[in-house]
T-cell receptor
Framework: DQQVKQNSPSLSVQEGRISILNCDYT??????FLWYKKYPAEGPTFLIS?????DKNEDGRFTVFLNKSAKHLSLHIVPSQPGDSAVYFC?????????????FGTGTRLKVLA | KAGVTQTPRYLIKTRGQQVTLSCSPI?????VSWYQQTPGQGLQFLFE???????NKGNFPGRFSGRQFSNSRSEMNVSTLELGDSALYLC?????????????FGPGTRLTVL
């Protein structure tokens, strides 16, 4: 039972354009969400997070949007750069902690074309 | 500050053997989590240790076990290896038990079971 879903395994975007990565979740108890970026042969790197009390969080070129009613979050990267090419994982958690600390999606491979 | 380190980086074993993986968290971090990453499955949570105690556990068989030492270093053991255990094993550390703490990942140990 995949509680956190990233339905697009891959995405290609032109340099300078917007990249939108999507994530859906099923557990209404989740109240904290994160995005991680992963390059080959490296561990995931924390990118940005959002608490369920907010609907938007911005950090430079990265913005995460949360739609609780739709149980959907998205990561916007503007403008996209070739160095953003990586696999992006969304993760969710509930407080107080249940069985898991974070539940991760299966990842979306972003390719930014120069 | 040094990041999360994992040893060894690569490991090849045969079915039926056992293996021990090691993780040294960021200095001062007391929480260590382990994840298994396989193609198409994202990061699957194995377990989390905090102050030498297993605090959370994922849905993995008893062949997967772990422990944490007083210096917060952690080891993960897999006994009676199966072909399906081939994966990238990642460990992540965070500073304390608040759920909003960012997890910092190591580079992972790539385990291949022949």
């Amino acid at each position: 039972d995949q509680q956190v879903k990233q339905n697009s395994p891959s995405l290609s975007v032109q340099e300078g354009r917007i990249s939108i990565l999507n994530c859906d979740y099923t557990n209404s108890m989740f109240d904290y969400f994160l995005w991680y970026k992963k390059y080959p042969a490296e561990g995931p790197t924390f990118l940005i997070s959002i608490s369920s009390i907010k609907d938007k969080n911005e950090d430079g070129r990265f913005t995460v949007f949360l739609n609780k009613s739709a149980k959907h979050l998205s990561l916007h990267i503007v403008p996209s750069q070739p160095g953003d090419s990586a696999v992006y994982f969304c993760a969710a958690s509930a407080f107080p902690t249940g069985t898991y600390k974070y539940i991760f999606g299966t990842g979306t491979r972003l390719k930014v074309l120069a | 500050k040094a990041g999360v380190t994992q040893t060894p980086r690569y490991l090849i074993k045969t079915r039926g053997q056992q293996v021990t993986l090691s993780c040294s968290p960021i200095s001062g971090h007391r929480s260590v989590s382990w994840y298994q990453q396989t193609p198409g499955q994202g990061l699957q949570f194995l377990f989390e240790y905090f102050s030498e105690t297993q605090r959370n556990k994922g849905n993995f068989p008893g062949r997967f076990s772990g422990r944490q030492f007083s210096n917060s270093r952690s080891e993960m053991n897999v006994s009676t290896l199966e072909l399906g255990d081939s994966a990238l094993y990642l460990c992540a550390s965070s500073s304390d038990q608040r759920i909003t703490d960012t997890q910092y990942f190591g580079p992972g140990t790539r385990l291949t079971v022949l």
